[in-house]
């Protein structure tokens, strides 16, 4: 999800989508898979009033210690969904949904407040309002309102008023001149009254009268002492416009069955403490018994909380209770704001096989799951809760489902969630969250926080590099990992890819229905899914138009109505029955008979248009689905029984008639034996009424980790862990402080430490806990004909034939002149048109360095700036220090490939080609104007240095072009998806990398088709060594790098020349250090070294010294390829060296006397030099002095009135790649 002003929207389905930020994996191999996709922790401030029970509890005792009467202040609580403790320490329940004074004052002596409580008909509250003299201050639906001001933003303060953040709750303090109270809400539907001391015996409402006697808690007017739930029925205080009818019942006392499980959960809690735990236990055997589980422990959380609250008020110790399995703390990114979902809620998406290949899986179910419901809608219309089947329309406590049209469900609730369903011609889910949501979330639809880059951030708190792995860490049941795309369905038949591309073709065309979207959406993304899915699935045409409906759903969502658009294309019209006509922007309200007899259940707006039939205006549909006038609509009765038009009945004793559509009133059982490994045993699907799903839900540490608890959908027999035990990656039973941490397909047992995307994270039960880094340096790559990942891993290509900003500062409003600014030049290379990255410019105030033609040049100076050219076989390194305020390092292979890396002292504004690096790749199409382009080639043209060039053009498809290349092509890419990189697959996508390869190696058809593919593909290695997995992947007869060539050869006179003393020190290495590629200063890539392969060349010492060691504890040595997931052939130790293996340290080597391909560290030297050049590969020297190997700084000397080039001589520099 993406942050932004209005609500988020996401899309889900079974193909690879991004929609408003939520991305799901494109195959998915389970037979039954429910996925995790939304979670927000705790209850809410939601609801509504209905009826009202009570019951209390037995035995006041004595007051002696009491908490609640220590010197100087007394407190009230409520909490769960019906207890209450008063002033003088009194717990009873009481359950009603009217309007009902809390606490407030009842004599004219004191300063007069009054705080006032109205819960749901779920038990959460759902208003508050706290009566200050004049002013007054509302809670109700997440928001706090201010008489006079409205909604206000939190932190408030006025007038002696102060509302704040508290944690996880919300703190409300009143200081004015005779009084001073303080309100505290939060999770848990808890609410807090702290009032002095001076109030004592002048209070009123459910929280006593405060006078230090619990025995008189309940006396009436007249002085009868009156039972707790008829107490609290006389605190009713109805709002002006309200009558709230209810009949006070006595709940019955909670059974003994659970009073030793909460005993024991108390005493969990406190041990120690000294205050009375009957009270509690009677609260806590409540909370169990009235449980959608009896007997879970979960449903106790709130009373634990109640007591760990009043302990620790009264002084006493508590413990650290929370942990897993028992009432955990929220989730990653949820810690410290406001409960969203109630009742723990959870949205769960359901997939499953949808034909005869793995990657033919769909969504066949979504699930909304909580403490009190488990609301299951499947792709057959079909409506649960709990397994109990529902009509349409369906309402529950703050949920209702009804049909919105008859391709649309609609789901809608009090607390901020809707979901749109739709049912034909492809099971599709769309979700919307409100704005208040941001960042509260997590699951397959990713957190809301406006960072697009860590989407993909896994139950565990890491982000992975696939999102295979991602949605692996997600799933909600015990079921099989998922399996990624391993080859493009379209490559299996030209004739069903021509059919795709013909009938998608609609979407980016000129002159279709669909043009008048292309400003506000990006037709392209949704086009290649449209294509991808097309040749993936069976049914070729219900997909195409489905990918079609998400673009015109995405452009609804954007404000384009896209009207016509099924009538416009082929197979897509949807027929309509029963009178019924097909509308663009349907809904039932006003348009059902259903609507008019219960308009609470069916008039509800969609957030965004949805399609498909309804009845023509004046008309209604029937249960029958034809279409009606009025006068022939039925009534809708309770339980979903029917009156007759002009029929009469009796309804709650009333006679009734039923005019113009209104009321006028004066599993599956298995047998299977299998034997387990102890101490598992076999559970089958009839074996216990209590465990009716089996091994569905058998407990691991990978669902530990989302806190959630599981949705079964269906009974699996298998193997199963004790009680308090959890099955970890291998298998095993381990308790939950055991379990491993997953990441990029590997297991990490408790304790292990890793460093991923600037983090140092620690294993700690099951989930990582990770430190930010500081300087953190973001990094963006152009590579091949125009390809370019933004610093917030955007991807775009472009052709143009330009002069083009790659990236710059100066971009914030109060910047004016840039601190540095790096252009990149493109040309043609090929017959097809498109264009390679050739030339790189570097500028700094005075100082020009330009990377072109294999070689390097430097001219001119800047006070202040020092930078290192280390110019080697086959990259060139530049290194640049600007003051402390950045640091560049540009890494370029003297063809087309460019690796810039940026790191920053403080968060400034960037811009360019490169975006603007702020963590959301969103808006990385900024323009040099300041504004967010609406396409890639508008923001690439307005990034152009001089405004005669020509705009660039949409990316050519070179495989269209040389269709005859297309084979080979895709035949030596394929290296990318072979298991020579499999250790990198689980850590970077690797798609996107062999898709830009078939496309560069298609496109160089007049030489250097070679070069162009080599170049692809040592992206995608990059990228890998980026995430700490070297590769190694050249051969001798692929992409082979000559390193040997330098042992026997030195230049002398602008020419190489063989020399008899060859040395054999020279050689090709993937990368630095291979045992631990990360523990490299600097800048690791491959290349040609001198250096052992367990040493890197020291710049400071001059010298080769020994690759650092892993760390001492834990060893990530330790992890282990996860066995949820397929785990890939091993390769041959000497072509894909292991990332985790302990580096060896051997001794110091000696640098040669003989001469160094191109391996350059220049020095601009002093005053005379304005103008350097290097050419890469064509310098040597004769020995190596560890003094050269410093740091150049541009000279500070005042600059001559001519240009002097200076031919320098170069010394070895052996990290040089």
Avoid at 171 to 197: F, N, S
């Amino acid at each position: 999800m993406t942050a932004g002003q209005g609500p988020a929207h996401i899309r889900l389905r079974a193909a690879v989508q991004r929609v408003g930020g939520c991305a799901l994996p494109a195959m998915l191999r389970a037979t039954l898979w429910p996925l995790l996709l939304l979670l927000a922790c705790g209850g809410a401030l939601l609801g509504a009033g209905l009826d009202a029970t009570s019951a209390g509890h037995p035995g006041p005792q004595g007051l002696k210690d009491s908490p609640h009467t220590a010197p100087g202040r007394g407190w009230c609580s409520t909490w769960g969904p019906s207890h209450f403790s008063t002033f003088d320490g009194y717990l009873y329940d009481f359950s009603g949904t009217c309007n009902y004074v809390f606490a407030a004052t009842c004599t004219p002596s004191v300063a007069s407040f009054s705080v006032q409580l109205r819960r749901g008909p779920g038990g959460d509250i759902s208003r508050i309002i706290v009566e200050l003299g004049a002013a007054m201050v509302t809670v109700q639906s997440g928001e706090v309102s201010v008489k006079d001001v409205g909604v206000v933003a939190l932190p408030y303060s006025s007038n002696g008023l102060q509302v704040t953040p508290y944690g996880q709750s919300t703190r409300l303090v009143a200081r004015q001149l005779e009084m001073e109270l303080e309100v505290l809400w939060g999770p848990g539907a808890h609410l807090l009254v702290l009032v002095e001391d001076k109030h004592r015996g002048r209070l009123c409402g459910l929280c006593g009268n405060f006078d230090g006697e619990r025995t008189n808690e309940f006396l009436s007017e007249d002085g009868k002492l009156l039972e707790p739930h008829k107490f609290a029925a006389l605190q009713k205080l109805d709002d002006p416009s309200e009558i709230c009818a209810f009949e006070a019942i006595p709940r019955p006392p909670p059974r003994d069955e659970h009073a030793a499980a909460c005993a024991r959960l108390l005493r969990l809690v406190g041990p120690e403490c000294a205050l009375p735990r009957e009270p509690f236990v009677r609260s806590c055997q409540a909370d169990l018994a009235a449980c959608a589980r009896p007997g879970a422990r979960d449903c106790a959380c709130a009373t634990l909380s109640e007591y760990s609250r009043q302990c620790s008020r009264a002084g006493q110790r508590v413990r650290s209770w929370r942990g897993p399995g028992l009432c955990g703390k929220c989730g990653r990114g949820l810690t410290g704001r406001s409960p969203l979902l109630p009742d723990g809620g959870a949205l769960t998406a359901v997939y499953d096989k949808a034909g005869y290949s793995h990657s033919e899986t769909s969504l066949t179910a979504v699930i909304y799951a909580s403490r009190r419901d488990e609301i299951v809608i499947s792709q057959d219309e079909v409506i649960t809760n709990r397994g109990e089947a529902k009509w349409l329309p369906y309402v529950t406590r703050n949920i209702t489902v009804f049909r919105q049209t008859s391709t649309h469900l609609q789901v809608v609730t009090s607390f901020g969630l809707e979901l749109v369903v739709q049912l034909r011609p492809v099971f599709q889910v769309y979700v919307t969250v409100g704005a208040r949501f941001r960042g509260q979330t997590s699951g397959l639809c990713g957190n809301f926080n406006g960072d697009t880059t860590d989407d993909l951030t896994s139950s565990m708190g890491l982000p992975e590099g696939t999102a295979a792995l991602f949605v692996d860490s997600w799933r909600a049941g015990n079921c099989p990992a998922a399996l990624e795309r391993e080859t493009d369905p379209c490559s299996m038949s030209q004739l069903n890819k021509v059919c795709a591309e013909t009938h998608c073709s609609v979407l980016v065309k000129k002159g279709t229905v669909f043009e008048q979207c292309h400003a506000a959406v990006d037709p392209k993304p949704f086009y290649k899914r449209c294509v991808y899915q097309a040749c993936n699935y069976e049914e070729t045409f219900p997909h195409i138009c489905a990918a079609l409906g998400a673009y015109a759903h995405a452009c609804a969502s954007r404000g384009v109505l896209l009207r016509g658009w099924r009538a416009s294309v082929d197979n897509c019209t949807i027929p309509c029955s029963g009178n019924q006509t097909f509308s663009d922007d349907g809904q039932a309200c006003g348009r059902t008979c259903l609507s008019l007899s219960a308009p609470e259940a069916e008039c509800h707006a969609s957030a965004v248009p949805v399609d498909g039939c309804i009845c023509p205006e004046g008309t209604f549909l029937d249960h029958r689905g034809e279409c009606v006038p009025r006068t022939q609509c039925p009534c809708l009765l309770d339980g979903h029984k029917l009156l007759l038009a002009d029929q009469s009945a009796t309804v709650n004793g009333a006679f009734c008639t039923c005019a113009r559509g209104r009321l006028s009133c004066p599993a599956r059982p298995l047998t299977l034996l299998a034997s387990c490994s102890a101490p598992k045993t076999f559970q089958t699907c009839s074996q216990s009424s209590e465990n009716k799903f089996g091994a569905a839900c058998a407990p691991t540490c990978q669902m530990l980790a989302t806190g959630l608890p599981c949705v079964p959908t269906k009974c699996e027999p298998g193997c199963v862990c004790p009680d308090g035990l959890y099955e970890d990656a291998e298998g095993r039973c381990v308790r939950p402080e055991r379990c491993p941490c997953e990441f990029g397909g590997a297991s990490y047992p408790p304790g292990a430490q890793l460093h991923a995307d600037c983090k140092a994270c620690t294993c700690t039960g099951g989930k990582w806990t990770c430190r930010q880094g500081t300087h953190c340096a973001s990094t963006c790559t152009l590579y091949g004909e125009g390809h370019v990942v933004t610093f917030d891993g955007r991807r775009f290509v472009f052709d143009g034939s330009c002069e083009y900003v790659l990236a710059t500062d100066g971009c914030g409003a109060k910047d004016s002149q840039p601190t540095f600014k790096i252009l990149t030049e493109n040309v043609v290379c090929g017959k097809s048109g498109v264009t390679c990255s050739r030339a790189i410019k570097l500028r700094v105030g005075g100082l020009a360095i330009e990377l072109a033609d294999r070689n390097y040049t430097v001219r001119g100076r800047e006070p202040g700036v020092a930078f290192r050219v280390a110019a080697g076989s086959p990259h060139l390194l530049l290194e640049v220090a600007l003051g402390r305020s950045y640091n560049l390092t540009l890494v370029w292979n003297k063809r087309m490939a460019l690796l810039l890396r940026v790191e920053r002292a403080q968060q400034d504004a960037l811009c360019g080609l490169c975006g603007n690096s702020n963590g959301n790749m969103r808006d990385d199409l900024e323009t040099r104007g300041g504004y967010v382009a609406a396409s890639e080639l508008q923001a690439v043209d307005s990034w152009r240095e001089s405004p005669l060039c020509a705009d660039a053009r949409p990316a050519a498809e070179p495989c269209s072009l040389n269709a005859f290349r297309r084979a080979w092509a895709e035949r030596k890419c394929a290296i990318i998806n072979s298991q020579t990189f499999a250790a990198c697959h689980g850590k970077v996508y690797r798609m996107p990398y062999y898709e830009a390869c078939v496309r560069d190696a298609c496109g160089c058809d007049s030489g250097g088709d070679c070069e162009c593919l080599c170049d692809a593909v040592a992206a995608y290695a990059q990228a890998c060594l980026d995430k700490g997995v070297c590769v190694d992947w050249r051969a001798p007869d692929f992409c082979p790098v000559y390193c040997d060539f330098y042992n026997s050869h030195t230049r002398a006179g602008g020419q190489y020349q063989y020399t008899q003393e060859a040395n054999c020190s020279w050689h090709y290495q993937p990368c630095l250090c291979p045992g631990r590629p990360q523990g490299v200063p600097g800048t690791n890539m491959e290349g040609c070294y001198n250096c052992s392969r367990d040493q890197y060349f020291d710049h400071e010492q001059g010298a080769c010294v020994p690759c650092a060691p892993p760390p001492a504890t834990p060893p990530p040595g330790t992890a282990t390829p996860s066995s949820n997931r397929p785990s890939p052939a091993p390769t041959e130790p000497t072509r894909t060296p292991s990332t985790l293996a302990t580096a060896t340290a051997a001794s110091s080597h000696t640098a040669p006397s003989g001469g160094y391909p191109g391996a350059l560290s220049t020095t601009t030297k002093a005053t005379i030099s304005t103008t350097a050049t290097g050419h890469t590969g064509t310098q040597a020297t004769t020995q190596p002095t560890a003094t050269s190997l410093s740091l150049a700084t541009s000279s500070t000397a005042r600059p001559t009135a001519h240009t002097t080039t200076l031919t320098r001589e170069p010394t070895p520099d052996r990290n040089a790649g």
